[in-house]
């Protein structure tokens, strides 16, 4: 009897196993964000053979220095910026190969991001910009290494909120709403 347990119990590990030739769990960050001052991580997690949702949070920062020249003295002042955020994105993905974590899938994802701007020391603005995407995108996975890429349509509500109040704006700094969202990510699986 203890036997045929066991031997049962093989079975049904094997064949989880061979249902399933991509990771379970997939940690992953943007590269190219670091260059934008976006330093975020993901994490993605295999529902079923064919879902995985994924969850990519981050910090935004950046500071510097420019300069201006006054129009009517011609002096030129230097400004020093500062900003610093958030950005947090829920995501829901369908392998239709059903090898989840792994190959061609259609994605779904909230994106919620948040910066406030400082010039000089003092508060100029703060940012929310949050909306909906849907991206098809490839993931390649071999050897534990991971590089995922997508693109697809994005749909985003832009508000800025100036603490200046002689500042009167009646279009979101930055532009608004509508775009393309594309990416690459790498990282590791298991």
């Given at each position: 009897m203890k036997n045929t347990f066991f031997i049962s119990f093989l079975l049904i590990v094997t064949s989880i196993s061979a249902q399933s030739k991509g990771p379970q769990h997939v940690i992953k960050v943007n590269p190219l964000g670091f260059f934008a001052?976006?330093?975020?991580?993901?994490?993605?997690?295999?529902?079923?053979?064919?879902?995985?949702?994924?969850?990519?949070?981050?910090?935004?920062?950046?500071?510097?220095?420019?300069s201006s020249i006054d129009p009517i003295t011609l002096e030129t002042n230097i400004i020093t910026y500062k900003r610093v955020g958030y950005i947090?994105?829920?995501?829901?993905?369908?392998?239709?190969?059903?090898?989840?974590?792994?190959?061609?899938?259609i994605g779904a994802l909230g994106r919620f991001r948040s910066v406030t701007q400082s010039i000089d020391g003092s508060d100029w603005f703060a940012r929310t910009a949050n909306g909906a995407a849907a991206v098809l995108g490839f993931q390649w996975y071999g050897d534990g290494v991971l590089v995922d890429a997508f693109v697809g349509p994005q749909f985003k509500?832009?508000?800025?909120?100036?603490?200046?109040e002689s500042v009167e704006e009646d279009e979101p700094l930055f532009g608004g709403g509508n775009g393309v969202r594309l990416g690459v990510n790498i990282g590791f699986g298991w």
């Open positions: 001052g976006q330093y975020h991580m993901g994490y993605e997690h295999a529902i079923n053979d064919k879902f995985s949702v994924q969850l990519s949070a981050g910090l935004i920062t950046g500071n510097g220095t420019t947090v994105i829920p995501e829901v993905r369908f392998y239709p190969s059903g090898d989840a974590c792994d190959g061609f899938y509500n832009v508000t800025t909120n100036w603490f200046d």
